[in-house]
């Protein structure tokens, strides 16, 4: 069996397996996706389904996800973890911007208390490092807000193994997100960094955007145990290592459904060689 929890920053147990927002955005992250109360519906869902890891980010819709999650869950419960994101701009559904100056992130950060309604936010990730802004005063920022008690813990999204061994150096990182999945393993020197400090890795596009709902190996595997190929390859992240913690996310209540009942498939040592030979 895969280990269920994982300890965020050393004091937040979560579900390794949680839930995405950005699938409750229109085409290109930009404004609503269809009725608001079939977003609101998916979320509860997530956490009766025993969610406690909720991803977002400003820039989804933009603002559009962070108040659905303020709408859908509040008042929040105890064990639930949000994360968040700044340091991206979204001017239109093709047109977005890094902006890591501190005094934009803190803007950004305080915007995201006020659309979640929240005094901390658990997880507060840098989601792109600025190159025109040097990543000591990117993290500088954040630290402040941390010492503020506005944050609770820093994480990194689109960085390289290089850039996380720099930022160690001056600040603890909680998490780190990257494309990673069963098709797309260039991250893995970066996981192998976050499994030696226990560091969470949130992989972005678990499922490959979609390409792995219909992978053949996926499906052959899928078969024996009754299950999706999309289940099975969220269940191979699951299992092949204990600090990787999906999110992925959907806009239905089907497709939740189906996502969060990977956590129970319990793959084979042989189909786990014959998945990992596809990377």
């Not at 941390?146 to 930022?167: C, F, M, N, P, Y």
């Not at 996981?191 to 052959?220: D, K, Q, S, V």
């Amino acid at each position: 069996m895969t280990p269920e929890l994982f300890t965020l920053g050393g004091d937040l147990p979560v579900r390794r397996l949680g839930y995405g927002t950005a699938q409750l955005t229109g085409p290109g992250y930009w404004g609503p996706r269809g009725d608001a109360r079939d977003a609101v519906a998916v979320l509860r869902r997530a956490v009766e389904r025993g969610v406690t890891l909720i991803d977002t980010a400003d820039n989804y819709g933009p603002c559009v996800a962070e108040e659905l999650v303020a709408e859908a869950l509040r008042p929040y419960p105890e064990d639930l973890v949000i994360a968040t994101k700044g340091g991206v701009v979204r001017t239109s559904d093709s047109a977005w911007h890094i902006d890591g100056r501190p005094e934009a992130l803190r803007a950004m950060c305080e915007a995201s208390l006020r659309r979640l309604r929240l005094e901390r936010i658990d997880l507060y990730q840098l989601h792109r490092l600025d190159p025109a802004v040097p990543m000591a005063e990117q993290l500088g920022a954040l630290e402040e807000l941390r010492k503020e008690g506005k944050i609770r813990h820093i994480g990194l999204d689109s960085v390289s193994a290089e850039q996380l061994a720099a930022a160690l150096e001056s600040t603890a990182i909680a998490s780190v997100q990257n494309r990673y999945n069963l098709l797309d393993r260039a991250s893995e020197p970066l996981l192998e960094l976050c499994e030696e400090h226990g560091i969470a890795f949130l992989p972005w596009f678990p499922l490959g955007n979609g390409t792995l709902t219909g992978h053949p190996e996926c499906a052959r595997v899928a078969a024996a145990h009754g299950a999706t190929p999309g289940q099975v390859a969220l269940a191979w992240l699951l299992h092949r290592s204990p600090v990787l913690c999906p999110t992925p996310g959907t806009g239905t209540l089907a497709h939740l459904e189906e996502n969060l009942d990977a956590a129970g498939v319990s793959l084979h040592a042989d189909e786990l060689s014959r998945l990992s030979a596809l990377g």
